[in-house]
């Protein structure tokens, strides 16, 4: 089967046709409507029948046809049970198989449910079982159809079944509880409606809210009463008054043919609007003649009116409503029944534009509904009571989904680069470095400017640099800005920083790689710790040279090894091994073949003493060198020496004369000639083109920068002579002439495309108005640098707009007006006679609109371009016979000044003269004075000064780059007044007749802040400590404190100070004691005996400057510590000849560290000379002693001193600095030592020494420029004030200039007269010649001028011409109203209430809805009891509101009085209301006893139950009721007489003995017993009588009195603390 499907929709979209013999839709309808049919009954007999199930879905293999469905047949009873098929005939069986078409899932698309919106929910209705609590329940409804999706065509709902399931049309809702009416509480009866007999009385009450959601309906609002007064009315008075009441006026209709003075026919024109009943109006030939030559384009080119007549009823009414003759209320007068009127105009209106384009046009984030306007104007202005004009415009949602639309686009903040990096803003006033802003260094702050751009989609695919146009910032108010404000920092120019000299090296080649001649240099260096940081100035050179001879750079170094060894025995000659190694220059071993010179001998000839030789000590170090270096004049000299440590004995080796005790040797021995390389500062950085540019990039993939060099001069230069030969100076130690360099690259400006322009008017403009202006700008995002492309000049255009049309001229064109138009007189008559034609009527005339050159326009081009619209239509009269007949008035009278009047005048001519009425002034006054105009105006000031501001001149868009500058805060200003212009009447006026600008100007001054300030830096204090390390301290004191927002004081101390601390050290070891040799050992010879053994040698011990040598360093020994004085005189051993002769003893070995108990040191010695004797031993060679802290051991720690305050360079401000503290080795007894005493002892110094610190920068407040001056507030009047803003951009931080407190300025505007339309209040009702009936009620529309206040201030009427139409406003407002003035006896419906006060609906306390309901009403007025079954209903009416309360309902209770009280309900707000209140739970009014108080003397208590008069005792039953009253004894001494009080009435309790009876205390109980607390009261009155008693004998009982001396007093000082309060 080949089939293909077509369907075109409504607009002529193909979508899908069935081509295969049978229509698809047909067949699919009519497969679905015989599938609904589920419940098929045939009757066999009177008991079994067939019946079929619903079909099934349509299955098959293929879709379309060839499926099918199937169904259940069953054969049931008729009385619902299922039975055998046998049962049932064969014959009327239904089919259970049929062919049908499959539908398959595409077809889906074809058909869709339509649903509509919910409607209201409405309440079930149920009757009412108890109180609702919350809500109650309710039903929406909406439609759900089945439609074709190409067309939206209804069909069978079971289409769209076989695919998804029905929506529900209902579902359950929640309604809020009954709202009963509720109404106010009734006002005071009204005065009696009959002055004499009897009458009716009323009060009312008004609805404060309707009933809703089945609440109870309104109560009457009426309550009436019979009234009669003291006199009785005359007979047949109540019967016989009559009353002119007139009827309605009815429609205005034309006059008939002839009268009308109309030539032609008459039409009828049918109206078929389908809202209103056919209406025929009669039409002339001359009005459609006239018509279809004043239509142009289909619009009206002129307007004219028609005048008709209205007619009313009158009726003469008795007091009790029957009509009687008109001449008992006429007389002699005729009633008016007739009057001319206009024929109504309804509005016209053009037909709709297109709909306007939506306003959604992008997909945005909120999902709201875009909307498009449609808009007419209207064709011809309403007249005479016409249908006014419906909505000119119309507004529809619109891509209300949207999600076929492009996202909408992105706005987002953009920034420029930083700016400069700027010191001077962060300086105070008193600084003196605001002359000389180079030098700063150091913390600054940089400004950007931020602005908004508009970024797509696929803005992540452009390159990084690509600036977009930007726009205005409001477009980016979703986010905050990016900040404008950073810090920065300059950095300081740091002096290079060197470490000291080395020592002079060994005479070594110039180059030991390739050693050449015979001329070397010695050579000592220093380091450079901080290279210097100005690019002007170079470190000092680290490299000097001596030029010396015979230069190596390998030298063989000797140690000794062992002892002296003899040759043959043990003493005498021998040899001693030395150990040789070949180091470089540096001291490093290094291979042995490096020394090319013969190595020394590995031994050296030495000699052992033996016994009863001298023998001498070992040689002592090498003193230092006396000389630097060697002059012509001397050399430096080193000394050793040794002394003799043992005598010869007989036989033993001599001490020769010419044994040296005493050595020197030549030190320094080079020239004082120094030399080095002085290298000057790097030059610039040039291009060098050998240098290969394609090596060289920036980072994040910019262009490479090129490559250049830097050259300087290196001169050789000896010591304080100059520049010397190159050869001079050491070739190796030559600094470099040219290194590479990478040049700056070179920036371009980049600058954002040109915002958009400015919108032009889009209106035209009035002639003699200056051209308007538009402009753009575009923002610097990048300065030019290093030769880059400049910046443009041009950052802001400016141009006139294109020319702009001029506002069209038109014009209103006035016709003459025709003849006075009055009430025919057949009409008045019903028939054609014909009489005299006088009295009031109308006359109009017809306008029209006219261009400039007098070309006939739409009367819609004048409506809106022509100003007021002129009169058509006046009253006139046409003058009776018996009329006054008067003069024209004569013209105006001469003005004498301002303030002068001017007259015109009329007079009475003919019969009018003698007439009697015709002489009354007020009725036809004959003269009339007006004020003459005047053009004085005066000027008076109004409000107060406005605050002074500044005059800041910028130009005009200045949306470059930002450059930082100080905003101006003070100096001079002006400050404005507005002037109010008043004419001679009092009235306001333009302020342009008194002043150009419309305000008072004066020159103010704004006081300038001052900063805080401080005193100069006090001169440093000595040094905290007198040894080791501390600090010392500068200050300064506070002179001024800031004023008037100036910069804050910094952190102050206690005593109103700032310091700065710096590090200092004391040497502790500035004097030093200096020893010399010991003399040799002086021994006392006993006999003759050869001196030796013990003796005495001395030294002398001076106190030197420590440092210093030679004579001038000897100083006084007081200055020296004596503790550490080293001894001058000391015993000595001089060994005897065969003693045995020891080494002195040797340095004490090292304690432990910690000094721990029970260790020990040693030294130790060794043997020089063995004893002569073998008996005799040598003495000890290792010597102990305990380990003794602070004695013999000392522990040793590192100590710092206090940090300094964070120093920063001295052109620095803030910014990043450091801080430090010095660091000191300390004894453990307290002294401080040198810092190599806790190195040797292998102590880790774990402290930092300096540290970075940051000093904040005082950053003052950054604001940004003011605002443009905003628009008034208010465009008339005294109350309008112009604002402009800035906001901060950066708030002050640690302790800059804080922002100020106006960030918003306000001047007033100039004072122009506003102008309103003031409708005057409804005049009352009036009925024009009758007493009663249907009447007019009428209101003024008048101009004034108010000072934007109104309606504070009195407003002033003005001609109507200052507030624009007049005509068209009366037009659009309701002039007139028909009201109602009732005739006596009437039953009428009083006027409508005032609204009440706004209501929600809540639903527990919450508002069930967001707007509230207003209710007010008409109550019936009955004044005789004949006339009220002609009453007419009360209403009341309804209306939303917004902001209202929600209100809850509560029962009050009244004072019970005789066993009733009042009961009423409350409204929350405390207005007394009936309904609201649920009348299930309200207080009952009434009280009872059950059972009844029957006995005598009893009586019915408030609390409900039986109780007795007073005197008389309740005895209860065993139940609990009442069962008799007794007398309480002692109340009276007669015996009561029962017999005669139970005969007498009883007397009713009053309500004081309810009340008392109420809470009096009865000590017996309802049985007779006695009760509980009348014992507890018994015994705690007892324990009071006790208490009482012995208090009392306490104070009575005499107390011993001792005499005692008063205490001294000290005496009261006042010493003044310091407190601030004394």
């Known amino acids: 089967m080949i089939w293909t499907m077509t369907v075109t929709d409504a ?3 193909n979508t899908w046709t069935w081509k295969a013999g049978t229509n698809f839709s047909f067949y699919l309808l009519w497969s679905l409507f015989s599938s609904v049919q589920s419940d098929i009954v045939f009757y066999k007999d009177h008991h079994f029948s067939w019946k079929a199930g619903q079909w099934s879905q349509c299955i098959g293999e293929k879709c379309g046809y060839g499926g099918v469905q199937t169904r259940t047949i069953w054969c049931v009873h008729v009385e619902g049970w299922t039975t055998h098929h046998s049962h049932c005939r064969h014959i009327d069986k239904p089919e259970t198989h049929r062919p049908c078409f499959k539908i398959c899932d595409w077809h889906q698309n074809l058909f869709v449910w339509e649903v509509s919106d919910w409607g209201s929910c409405v309440l079930i209705p149920r009757p009412r079982t108890g109180d609702c609590i919350t809500a109650q329940h309710g039903i ?38 009954p709202q009963d009416c509720v109404v106010s509480d009734f006002t005071s009866w009204s005065s009696c409606g009959k002055t004499c007999g009897v009458g009716l009385q009323h009060r009312i009450r008004h609805v404060l809210a309707s009933p809703m959601y089945g609440g109870a309906p309104c109560p009457n609002l009426t309550d009436m009463r019979t009234c009669s007064t003291y006199f009785d009315c005359p007979s047949g008075e109540s019967k016989y008054q009559y009353s002119l009441r007139a009827g309605a006026w009815s429609e205005c209709l034309l006059f008939p043919h002839k009268e009308a003075k109309f030539d032609g026919r008459t039409s009828v024109h049918f109206n078929m609007s389908s809202n209103e009943n056919n209406t025929a109006t009669m039409r002339s030939d001359h009005y459609y003649q006239h018509l279809h030559q004043s239509l142009s384009n289909g619009y009206l080119l002129s307007w004219g009116l028609e005048v008709g007549y209205q007619t009313r009823q009158i009726h003469c009414i008795q007091k009790d409503g029957k009509i009687s003759m008109l001449s008992f209320c006429t007389k002699d007068n005729s009633p008016l029944m007739f009057r001319t009127c206009v024929m109504p105009k309804d509005c016209q209106t053009s037909e709709w534009s297109l709909w306007s384009s939506c306003s959604k046009t992008c997909q945005s984030t909120d999902l709201s509904p875009g909307y498009r306007l449609r808009s007419r104007f209207m064709t011809h202005i309403p007249a005479a009571g016409g249908k006014q004009c419906p909505a000119l415009e119309e507004k529809e949602a619109c891509n209300i989904i949207g999600d076929l639309l492009p996202n909408c686009p992105r706005f987002v903040w953009r920034t420029t680069d930083w700016g400069e990096c700027l010191i001077l803003p962060l300086l105070s006033q008193q600084d003196r470095r605001l002359g000389d802003s180079s030098i700063l260094c150091g913390g600054g702050i940089q400004i950007r400017k931020t602005y908004c751009v508009q970024v797509s989609n696929n803005s992540a695919l452009r390159p990084r640099k690509h600036v977009s146009r930007p726009v205005e910032a409001k477009l980016c108010a979703g986010e905050d800005p990016p900040s404008a404000v950073q810090q920065c920092s300059i950095p300081c120019q740091l002096p290079c920083l060197l470490s000291q000299w080395s020592p002079w090296s060994a005479c070594v080649h110039d180059d030991c790689k390739e050693p050449q001649g015979k001329k070397g240099f010695r050579k000592r260096r220093r380091e450079v710790w901080w290279e210097s940081s100005s690019s002007s100035e170079a470190c000092p050179h680290q490299v000097e040279f001596i030029p010396c001879e015979h230069p190596s750079c390998y030298l063989w170094q000797v140690q000794h090894i062992g002892k002296c060894l003899p040759n043959k025995s043990s003493c005498g000659p021998g040899l001693v091994a030395l150990n040789m190694t070949c180091v470089n220059t540096e001291g490093v071993d290094v291979h042995t073949a490096n020394c090319q010179e013969i190595p020394p001998p590995r031994e050296l000839a030495c000699e052992a003493a033996c016994p009863l030789d001298c023998v001498v000590g070992p040689w002592s170090l090498w003193s230092t060198c006396s000389l630097t270096c060697s002059t012509k004049l001397a050399d430096g000299r080193q000394i050793r020496t040794r002394t003799v440590l043992a005598l010869p004995g007989k036989g033993g080796k001599k001490c020769t004369a010419n044994l040296a005790l005493e050595e020197w040797r030549v030190c320094n021995d080079h020239p004082c000639t120094v030399f080095y390389w002085e290298a000057s500062v790097w030059g610039p950085c040039m291009e060098d083109s050998s240098v290969d540019t394609n090596r060289t990039s920036l980072k994040n993939g910019n262009p490479p920068c090129t490559m250049g060099v830097q050259l300087r001069e290196v001169n050789c230069m000896k010591m304080n002579i100059g520049t010397v030969q190159n050869k001079r100076c050491s070739d190796t130690a030559r600094p470099e002439t040219i290194r590479p360099c990478l040049l700056p690259c070179k920036k371009d400006c980049i600058v954002t495309p040109f915002s958009e322009w400015t919108a032009c008017p889009s209106t035209c403009m009035p002639g003699n108005t200056t051209t308007p202006t538009q402009s753009r700008y575009r923002i610097i995002i990048q300065r030019s640098a290093n030769g880059g492309q400049e910046c443009p000049d041009t950052l802001y255009e400016e141009r006139g707009c294109a020319t702009q049309p001029s506002c069209p001229i038109y014009r209103w064109k006035k016709q003459k007006w025709d003849g006075c138009m009055l009430v025919p007189d057949s009409v008045q008559h019903g028939s054609s006679r014909t009489g005299e034609a006088c009295g009031e009527g109308l006359e109009t005339r017809r306008i029209s609109c006219v261009k400039e050159n007098g070309e006939s326009a739409n009367m819609t081009e004048c409506l809106q371009w022509a100003g007021p619209m002129p009169q058509q239509i006046k009253a006139c009269r046409v003058p009776c016979r018996e009329d006054c007949t008067l003069t024209a008035w004569s013209k105006f009278t001469e003005c004498s000044g301002c303030g002068s009047s001017r007259t015109y005048t009329r007079s009475l001519i003919g019969r009018s003269k003698k007439k009697e009425q015709c002489l009354n002034q007020e009725l036809y006054p004959l003269e009339d004075t007006e004020t003459c105009p005047c053009n004085d105006f005066l000027s008076r000031p109004f409000g107060n000064w406005s605050a002074c501001i500044l005059l800041h001149p910028s130009a005009p868009g200045q949306q470059g780059w930002i450059t930082q500058k100080h905003m101006k805060e003070c100096g001079p200003g002006l400050r404005y007044r507005a002037v109010a212009c008043i004419d001679q009447q009092g009235h306001l006026v333009n302020p342009t007749l008194c002043t150009e600008t419309g305000y008072m100007v004066e020159i103010c001054h704004i006081h300038c802040p001052l900063d805080c300030k401080l005193s100069e830096w006090s001169p440093w204090s000595a040094c905290s400590v007198s040894c080791g390390s501390g600090l010392k301290i500068r200050s300064k004191w506070l002179r001024e404190k800031a004023f008037n927002g100036g910069r804050p004081c910094p952190r102050l101390d206690s005593k109103n100070q700032v310091y700065e601390a710096v590090r200092c050290h004391s040497e502790c070891n500035q004097h030093e004691w200096r020893t010399e040799p010991w003399s040799i050992c002086t021994i006392n010879p006993v006999d003759s005996q050869p001196g030796c053994g013990e003796g005495v040698q001395s030294r002398k011990v001076r106190c030197v400057k420590h440092g210093v040598g030679g004579e001038a360093s000897i100083v006084d020994d007081s200055l020296c510590d004596h503790e550490e004085m080293p001894p001058r005189a000391q015993v000595c051993f001089l060994a005897c000849p065969d003693d045995c002769v020891m080494t002195p003893w040797g340095p004490w070995s090292n304690c432990p560290l910690q000094c721990d108990q029970g260790t020990e040191r040693y030294r130790n010695r060794h043997i020089l000379r063995l004893p002569a004797s073998d008996n005799s031993s040598c003495p000890e060679q290792v010597q102990s002693e305990p380990c003794v802290l602070n004695s013999t051991c000392f522990t040793y720690q590192y100590r710092v001193s206090d940090w300094t305050t964070c120093h920063l360079d001295e052109n ?46 005082p950053v003052s407040c950054i604001l940004s420029d003011w605002s443009p001056w905003a628009e008034c507030s208010h465009s008339c009047g005294s109350q309008g004030h112009s604002v402009r803003t800035r906001r901060i951009l950066h708030e002050a931080y640690e302790g800059g200039r804080p922002c100020p407190k106006q960030l918003s300025q306000t001047r007033p505007c100039p004072i122009r007269p506003c102008y309103k339309w003031l409708l005057s209040d409804w005049s009352p009702c009036t009925v024009e010649g009758a007493k009663c009936g249907e009447g007019l009620r009428r209101r003024n529309l008048s101009c004034i001028v108010h000072w934007g206040d109104w309606p504070e201030s009195s407003p002033q009427p003005v001609d109507g011409e200052l507030c624009g139409d007049q005509l068209r406003q009366q037009l659009l407002q309701d002039m007139e109203q028909t009201c109602f003035i009732p005739c006596p006896g009437d039953c009428h419906l009083t006027v409508w209430s005032s609204w009440s006060s706004c209501q929600l609906i809540c639903m527990e306390g919450r508002s069930f809805k967001t707007t509230g309901h207003q209710a007010r009403s008409r109550s019936v007025i009955i004044w005789a009891t004949e006339n009220q079954n002609s009453c007419p209903e009360q209403i009341y009416e309804t209306r939303p509101c917004k902001g209202g309360k929600c209100h809850s309902y509560q029962w009050k209770t009244g004072g019970w009085s005789n066993n009733e009280r009042a009961v009423w309900c409350q409204r929350s707000d405390g207005v007394n209301v009936t309904g609201g ?18 006995k005598p003397f009893s009586y019915c208590t408030p609390s409900g139950v039986c109780g007795c008069e007073k005197g008389y005792i309740e005895v209860m039953t065993i139940h609990g009721f009442l069962d008799y009253c007794t007398r309480n004894p002692g109340v009276d001494n007669k015996k009561a007489d029962v017999k005669t009080n139970s005969g007498r009435p009883k007397p009713g309790p009053s309500q004081a003995q309810d009340n008392f009876r109420e809470w009096t205390l009865r000590p017996v109980g309802p049985d007779g017993r006695v009760k509980l607390w009348v014992y507890a009261v018994t015994i705690v009155g007892f324990i009071l009588i006790l208490l009482i008693i012995a208090l009392s004998f306490l104070v009575c009982y005499p107390s011993k009195t001792t005499k005692t001396a008063p205490p001294l007093q000290k005496p009261l000082t006042m010493v003044y603390d310091g407190d601030t309060d004394m």
């Open 140 to 177: 929406q409804r909406r439609k759900v159809h089945c439609v074709r999706s190409s067309n939206y065509t209804t069909v069978t709902a079971r289409i769209c079944e076989f695919f998804s399931q029905k929506p529900p049309a209902e579902q359950a809702c929640l309604i809020p509880c």
């Open 11 to 13: 607009f002529g979209v």
């Open 1212 to 1257: 620095a401000i803030c910014g990043w600095g450091s801080r430090s503290h010095l660091l000191d080795c300390i004894r453990s007894d307290g002294k401080l030592v040198e810092l190599h005493k806790c190195k040797q002892f292998g102590l880790i110094n774990k402290w930092r020494l300096s540290e970075s610190c940051m000093v904040d920068c």
């Open 1477 to 1494: 209140c649920s009348r299930l739970v309200k207080p009952t009014t009434v009280r009872h006893c059950h059972p009844p108080c029957t």
